[in-house]
């Protein structure tokens, strides 16, 4: 389905709400990897392709316990890298539209760089994989997650041709152990939930009270190789029989009602920002 740009700012003008899902195509325009495929993976992490682990492998707790310098090595380098690099402008407009035009707005991503959180959605959010910038203990002592920047060790040193870590990895401030970032990885039986039922409740309550009434939906750079934000975005959808539109270079392939805007996050919110 085409789209109109102008039928498009009505849309956000009119809304009673707005609530974005965005998945790792609304990073790439940030400069940041997608880890899409397994090429796309190995030539962001050469020393991971030496190794022959994929991403699906190196995404897996286990490491922490049987090689932390090489864990610590992999999302200490995606923590730097996600620590240094600004969102794109893209983030910035969005917020912008929130403001300008008093528009209640909630988050749901499965990006882990808090790169919304950088950019103005502390509370209105829901991060469905967690966050690299919380962490917790890997005893599962009873510490609640904290932010990675209440630590001090909040940069970290990594060798580029082994990928591990030669800075001091955080520990636990109450029982010492190692910590691992708060994110949900593959076969996680031990990933702290907490703060993402919190989140959860936040949303439930948020769509209750902005949703029944006028909701868009803006699902941006969620894609079908991990769909939770799609399937989140289309179930929502379907539930408050609202407007939604999709913007996505690739998978672009939409439900008859849903306005898909076949290009790129940054290019799209843009194009849009021009038409206002
Ligand atoms: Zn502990």
């Known amino acids: 389905m085409s789209y109109e740009l102008c039928k498009i700012t009505e849309l956000i003008h009119n809304c009673s709400g707005l609530l974005v899902g965005a998945g790792a195509g609304m990073g790439v325009d940030s400069g940041l990897p997608d880890f899409r495929g397994k090429d796309g993976f190995w030539r962001a992490y050469p020393p991971l392709s030496k190794l022959g682990i994929s991403f699906e492998e190196m995404a897996n707790p286990r490491w922490f316990s049987e090689n932390p310098e090489l864990a610590w090595g992999f999302y200490g380098h995606r923590y730097n890298l996600y620590q240094s690099t600004n969102p794109h402008v893209g983030y910035r407009i969005l917020n912008n539209w929130v403001k300008k035009f008093k528009i209640p707005s909630f988050v749901f991503t499965s990006n882990v760089d808090g790169h919304f959180v950088k950019s103005g959605w502390d509370q209105e959010i829901l991060e469905c994989h967690g966050s690299l910038m ?29 990928l591990t870590c030669l800075s001091p990895m955080p520990k636990c401030p109450r029982c010492e152990s190692l910590t691992r970032p708060n994110i949900l990885m593959f076969s996680d039986f031990y990933w702290d939930c907490r703060i993402h039922s919190i989140q959860e409740k936040q949303l439930d309550q948020w769509l209750q009270k902005h949703g029944t009434e006028n909701l868009l939906i803006m699902e941006i750079g ?18 408050f029989n609202c407007n939604m539109i999709r913007v996505n270079p690739r998978d672009s392939q939409s439900p008859t009602g ?11 919110i843009s194009k849009i920002e021009e038409a206002m």
């Not at 969620?222 to 539930?239: Q, Y």
């Open 222 to 239: 969620a894609g079908l190789h991990v769909p939770t934000v799609r399937f989140f975005c289309e179930s929502t959808w379907k539930e």
């Open 258 to 268: 849903v306005i898909s805007m076949p290009i790129g996050a940054l290019e799209a």
């Open 134 to 162: 919380r962490l917790q203990c890997l005893k599962n002592c009873g510490q609640p997650v904290w932010n990675s920047n209440d630590t001090k060790d909040h940069t970290f040193e990594i060798c580029s041709d082994t």
